[in-house]
């Protein structure tokens, strides 16, 4: 919250509902993509998998993410953050859909 610049306040404060609940549902669009690709891809183990999700995760979060920090002066540590959060979801998200398929 720091990098952001918010106050002390604002970071301890819940987020809305509907913040929440839009989460939820970027996480499930991101799990129907890597759902169809795995399958696509014919992936049936997990280390095939987390190798679709590092994938995944340099073509578009890390591209996005750098892209932010060089035109829209996004602090770096900020984005390594988004980066790795983009990261352990990705990966985790791969390894279920691998292991389950």
Known sequence: MELRGLSPEAAA??????KVVLELVRSLVVASVVT?????????????????????WVAFPVVLLVGSVIWDDV??????????????????IAVIVGSWQ
């Open 13 to 18: 404060a819940r987020p809305p509902a509907w």
């Open 36 to 56: 169809g690709l795995a399958d696509l891809l014919e992936i049936t183990d997990w280390a095939e998998a987390a190798t679709l999700a590092v994938s995944l």
């Open 75 to 92: 602090p770096p540590r900020l984005a390594a953050i988004h980066g790795g959060d983009w990261l352990l979801k990705l990966v985790l």
